[in-house]
């Protein structure tokens, strides 16, 4: 009989969640197949991805601090991909290694997912923060149309790298002057690590953001960021960062196993219990 298989490469890997998301989906579908953890250290890469097959994988995700690795040693499926200049799905054609960047769409089909009739075309964004996931989302929201992409990094300079690589859509803004340029935003996006379990809380002061734009933290752990509670309380509505780290999973899903996986709320909750205890959606 044969399986099919796929895992996931980081060093370390132990905290990846994404065993537990595509286990989940390989047994709602009724797949014969496995998705494993392979802790991978810096320079056994190459090695790795050369013995793929042999292994009798069809593909990986490629967790940090692989990402730009891998995408030097893969064929680059798609032009967005190029640009970013990261990988973190990797799968097999013809004999052949290749790699895709789905974090992007994965943050926008988080968005379009939860926010009933929401398009990114014509829409005015700020990113909090100019790192690697600012990056994939940044690229994904200017390819699909968004007006304006304001990009407030406490290093300034890597928002300018941004406006580089994805043209003048982008606006790279001070840190400090985020507050003051909320007034005309549709959307509000923290792609920082602040809020994250174990970091500094976020502290921006919303009072301009208009109570129609949409609030966004792609932190996951928690579940909710005290940055998203405010913006609820506030009245604004919001997307954790759960729902991106699902979303993302779907195309590899496909890719390897050949059926396009649904993320449905049983899924969200499920991996949401394995973050926090008890959780239960409302
Ligand atoms: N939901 C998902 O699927 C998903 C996917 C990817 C990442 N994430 C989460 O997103 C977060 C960022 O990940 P990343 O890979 O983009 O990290 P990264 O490349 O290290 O970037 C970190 C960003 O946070 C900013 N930052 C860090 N500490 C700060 C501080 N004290 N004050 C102001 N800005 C600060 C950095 O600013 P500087 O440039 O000035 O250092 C940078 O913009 C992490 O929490 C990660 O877990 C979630």
């Not at 013995?51 to 893969?74: A, M, R």
């Not at 790279?172 to 500094?200: F, K």
């Not at 996986?261 to 219990?273: G, K, N, Y």
Request: one cysteine or more; hydrophobic letters at 45%.
């Amino acid at each position: 009989m044969n399986i099919k298989r796929a895992c996931v490469i980081g060093w370390p890997v132990s905290h990846s969640r994404s065993p537990l998301i595509h286990g989940y989906w390989l047994g709602k579908y009724g797949i014969l197949g496995s998705y494993d953890r392979q802790a991978v250290p810096p320079g056994a890469v190459r090695a790795f991805l050369d013995s793929l097959g042999e292994e009798g994988y069809l593909g990986c995700n490629v967790t940090l601090p692989h990402k730009e690795t891998v995408f030097d040693l893969v064929n680059i499926a798609d032009e967005a991909t190029r640009r970013l200049g990261v990988v973190n799905t990797v799968f097999s054609r013809n004999g052949e290694l290749w790699g895709t960047s789905t974090d992007g769409e994965g943050f926008l089909a988080s968005v379009e997912a939860e926010i009933a009739g929401w398009e990114v075309s014509g829409r005015n964004i700020m990113l909090l923060g100019a790192g690697g996931a600012a990056r994939a989302i940044a690229g994904t929201l200017v390819a699909r149309g968004a007006a304006q992409v304001q990009v407030a990094n406490r290093t300034l300079e890597r928002a300018e790298i941004l406006r580089n690589d994805f043209g003048k859509r982008i606006m790279p803004l001070a840190w400090d002057a985020a507050p003051a340029a909320l007034a005309e935003l549709d959307l509000l996006v923290n792609t920082t690590s602040l809020g994250m379990t174990g970091q500094p809380p976020l502290q921006i002061d919303l009072g301009r953001l208009p109570g129609a734009a949409v609030v966004a933290d792609i932190v996951y752990v928690p579940l909710e960021t005290a940055f998203l509670r405010s913006a609820r309380e506030r009245g604004n509505r919001i997307v954790g960062g759960l729902g991106m780290l699902l979303h993302q999973a779907v195309r590899g899903f496909e890719l390897w196993f050949g059926t396009r996986p649904e993320v449905t709320r049983d899924l969200h909750d499920f991996i949401a219990e394995s973050i926090e205890k008890g959780y239960r959606s409302t």
